[in-house]
């Protein structure tokens, strides 16, 4: 504001330099003309008197030459010399009346000429004034005039007054002006700053966060340059807000997946711990009794060692599984080569038929087999995770169809069976970690809750995708594995 008021002062102050140096040139000019206009008139009537004084026998005098005509007030006339010696006179016609000049007006006058014809000069109790001087052409008598600059030095002092009253009102006017408009135009700014001083406040180490603070849209026009900073605010603030959203949901789901892995493994280790106990108090029991080989120790200490094995490769399988899925996450454990799904179909039906003889099993393939680039193990695992999830959520006798087909630079793959559906409060988090549809995990409805997170995680690596499809009386698993993985993955 300081600048702005500054440049204009200055540009206002030279403004006014030269409009007064060009206004005082003009009037300075104008006077001049009406000096030598009454130079001329005055020199005329000199030449006219000038006899008429000779044949009176008296001297010609200034007074002489005005008096009976019409000059104007502050006209000064002063005449000497000639062939008659004529002494100098000089009078100041003030209110029509002649008044003689003092010698020292006179010579005042005199030196101010100095062989000029047009000079300013100071005369005592007169003032400034603009002369002229010239000599007549009969009598050679020396004749000079001249007006008063009062005018114009008021005239200038008048103009200096009002261009500094108006110079001094736009200035104020300007400063408040400024004020106002920077006040308005930074406004935006303010609340820009309000808005990111709540956010500094809010907690966001601890709890759920969200931040909701965003400057008002009134204040965030990109249209204008301070808006523009209020728009790009709550552009991070919403990139900010999602983040520590999705962080939030990744640690909520880092911390169901803890507790679900608690939760498999302390079965296992607790089963593991129980058998063992057993068998040894049995081994106990033996020995205090003196019975080494008791056929009835022998017999609980084989069954608890049974169901510690069992138990030991349920929990072996857990941590593989686990394993897999952290290597999957890391982009290890692929190992790429031609795979056959067709073939991997077939294996998987065969596969699965003597497990569950209960339910009834399709295998649809075309008659040219559809070979991808991927890891044979992995899918040969998606294959059979799929197959196993139906086949465990679905009740005895429910039809289970594997369809093979080729989809343009995509292999198909797709488990369909007419069962009861999937509930819709477990599809949002149906490829989830530990999900599982039975939410008391009894070991007859399922096993760990990883297989499809398994699927999802071998599909990502391969560069495909899976969608789900269900309703009561159809459900449709479809995956779709790119032909090539390395140019889908330069096509993503």
Do not use: C
Request: glycine letters at 8%; proline letters at 4%; charged letters at 20%.
């Amino acid at each position: 504001m300081a600048a702005v008021i500054g440049f204009v002062s200055l540009i206002l102050i030279v403004v006014a330099l030269i409009t007064s140096a060009t206004l005082g040139t003009t009037l300075e000019n104008q006077l001049d003309q009406k000096v030598l206009a009454n130079l001329s008139r005055l020199e005329s009537l000199t030449d006219q008197r000038a006899p008429l004084a000779k044949i009176t026998g008296t001297d010609l005098t200034a007074e002489m030459v005005v008096d009976g005509i019409s000059s104007g007030d502050g006209v000064v006339l002063a005449i000497a010399g000639g062939q008659d010696s004529t002494p100098p006179s000089g009078v100041i016609v003030q209110q029509g009346l002649p008044t003689d000049l003092t010698d020292t007006q006179l010579r005042q006058i005199d030196q101010a000429l100095d062989d000029a014809r047009l000079v300013t000069a100071t005369i005592d109790d007169l003032g400034s004034y603009r002369l002229a001087a010239t000599q007549t052409q009969h009598g050679g008598i020396t004749v000079v005039t001249g007006l008063p600059r009062d005018e114009i030095q008021n005239t200038l002092a008048r103009l200096f007054t009002v261009i500094a009253m108006a110079t001094l009102g736009g200035l104020i006017l300007l400063a408040l002006t400024t004020a106002i408009t920077i006040r308005v135009g930074l406004r935006p700014l303010r609340a820009v700053a309000a808005t990111a001083t709540r956010v500094a406040n809010q907690p966001l180490d601890r709890g759920e966060v969200s931040i909701t603070e965003r400057v008002p849209a009134t204040e965030a026009d990109p249209r204008t340059e301070t808006g523009l900073v209020g728009a790009a605010l709550n552009t991070l603030l919403d990139h900010v807000d999602s983040s520590l959203s999705a962080r939030q949901q990744n640690e909520e789901r880092m911390r169901r997946f803890v507790a679900d892995a608690s939760h498999e493994l302390r079965t296992p280790l607790a089963s593991i711990r129980g058998y063992s106990e057993l068998s040894l108090k049995a081994l106990e029991k033996a020995e205090q009794a003196g019975i080494t080989t008791a056929p009835a120790t022998m017999e609980s200490t084989g069954s608890a060692l049974e169901r510690i094995q069992a138990q030991s490769l349920r929990m072996t399988r857990l941590v593989e599984d686990l394993l897999l899925l952290a290597r999957l996450d890391e982009g290890r454990e692929l190992v790429y080569g031609t795979v056959d799904l067709t073939q991997l179909a077939v294996e998987g039906v065969a596969d699965a038929r003597p497990i569950a003889p209960d339910h009834a099993w399709e295998l649809e393939v075309p008659e040219e087999p559809v070979t991808v680039v991927g890891d044979t193990g992995r899918l040969h695992q998606v294959v059979t995770n799929l197959l196993a999830n139906a086949r465990t959520h679905t009740p005895a006798g429910t039809r289970i169809t594997l369809t093979v087909a080729r989809d343009g630079d995509n292999g198909i793959l797709r488990v369909h069976d007419d069962g009861p559906g999937i509930d819709p409060a477990v599809r949002e988090e149906l490829f989830a970690r530990f999900a599982r549809g039975d939410s008391s995990r009894a070991r007859q409805t399922g096993g760990t809750g990883l297989g499809l997170a398994i699927v999802k995680a071998i599909i990502d690596g391969h560069h495909g995708e899976i969608l789900v499809d269900s309703e009561p009386g159809s459900t449709t698993f479809t995956v779709r594995i790119p032909v090539n993985p390395a140019s889908a993955h330069e096509t993503d």
